[in-house]
């Protein structure tokens, strides 16, 4: 199994922020998978997908890293109705897979730049779609390397949230295919012309940081009517773009993020009375 010692993690997330790592494994299959979580009884870890909705702290973090990016990218048509997906497939090369076979119902899974089983911890979605929406079954395995496979009506989503065991890890799932949805040809270079026009895409971000607070105002709403685009600590900054993507210019630490995520936070509550929560997850140790 591929394995990095002493590596940047802020290498392994899209925002770019992080300390040191002391090892980071890199399981392909479900037999690796299964081998290194039983190979660490009481010891620290994490789990990763493509990094797109996490930050580490500056002082790294001293357990153990699993990233599934490289873990189980099988996309298997079953039939007509069927589609069996790994979880280190990405996000954008399923919903392309399914374009091209033009099967229509995915496309908003295109831009996501995370894995699915990342997507189907966070319950990622756009374009009033969710994940879950459309999952059948799904596979865990768990940290005593037990595999179990469960239906849809056995884990309760939420916006941007899973009731998952804390113990327990995505490993793959089954979606179901809607014939009845008519298949537009162009509605994925809609969506990313969207996306591009509305997102500062091509800048270090984590996508959106805080959940939006009620359906009434979105976040982003809330923190550009408190006049905060372009507010910058350190190298972080609020995007001008779309006020709830904070950016890493490149010199940014972690700590300017979370100093940057709570003056944000602060200023929402005592202007607009709304606690906002955070949709990114930060991991690791403070320096
Ligand atoms: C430019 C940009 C645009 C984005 N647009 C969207 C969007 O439109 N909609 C949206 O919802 N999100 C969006 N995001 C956020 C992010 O891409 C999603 O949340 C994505 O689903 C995270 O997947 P990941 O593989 O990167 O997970 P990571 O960020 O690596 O992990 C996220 C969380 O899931 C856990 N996790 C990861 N894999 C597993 C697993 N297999 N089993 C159990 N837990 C796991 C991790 O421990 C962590 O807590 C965007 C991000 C960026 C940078």
């Not at 199994?1 to 890199?26: P, Q, V, W, Y």
């Not at 990405?90 to 919903?95: A, D, E, R, V």
């Not at 091509?202 to 009620?214: E, W």
């Amino acid at each position: 199994m591929e394995t990095l010692h002493r590596d940047k993690l802020s290498k392994h997330t899209t925002i770019r922020l992080g300390g040191i790592a002391n090892k980071i494994c890199f399981p392909k299959n479900i037999e690796q998978f299964q081998e290194l979580l039983l190979s660490l009884p009481s010891k620290r870890f994490i789990i990763i997908g493509n990094g797109s909705n996490i930050a580490f702290r500056d002082g790294g973090y001293d357990g153990i890293v699993i990233s599934l990016k490289k873990f189980n990218r099988d996309l298997i048509l079953l039939d007509d109705k069927k589609i069996v997906v790994g979880a280190g497939v990405s996000c954008s090369k399923f919903s392309k897979f399914l374009h091209k076979n033009k099967i229509s119902g995915f496309e908003f899974l295109h831009g996501i730049p995370g894995t699915i089983g990342g997507s189907m911890a966070m319950n990622a979605g756009a374009f009033k779609n969710s994940i879950w929406d459309k999952i059948s079954k799904y596979k865990i395995i768990n940290n005593d390397g037990n595999i179990k496979t469960f239906s849809r009506r056995q884990i309760s989503t939420f916006y941007r949230k899973v009731n998952i065991n804390r113990k327990s890890y995505f490993v793959e799932a089954e979606f179901l295919i809607d014939r009845t949805i008519k298949f537009q040809k162009k509605l994925i270079l809609e969506y990313a012309l969207k996306r591009k026009t509305s997102q500062p895409v091509n800048q270090f971000s984590s996508g959106c940081i805080f959940k939006n607070p009620n359906s009434k105002h979105s976040a982003s709403y809330l923190i550009e009517k408190s006049g905060l685009k372009s507010t910058r600590i350190g190298g972080i900054y609020v995007s001008k773009k779309h006020s709830n993507y904070f950016i890493n210019d490149g010199r940014g630490t972690c700590n300017d993020l979370e100093k940057l995520i709570t003056f944000v936070k602060n200023r929402i509550k005592k202007e607009h009375n709304v606690s906002l929560d955070c949709e990114i997850h930060i991991f690791g140790n403070k320096k």
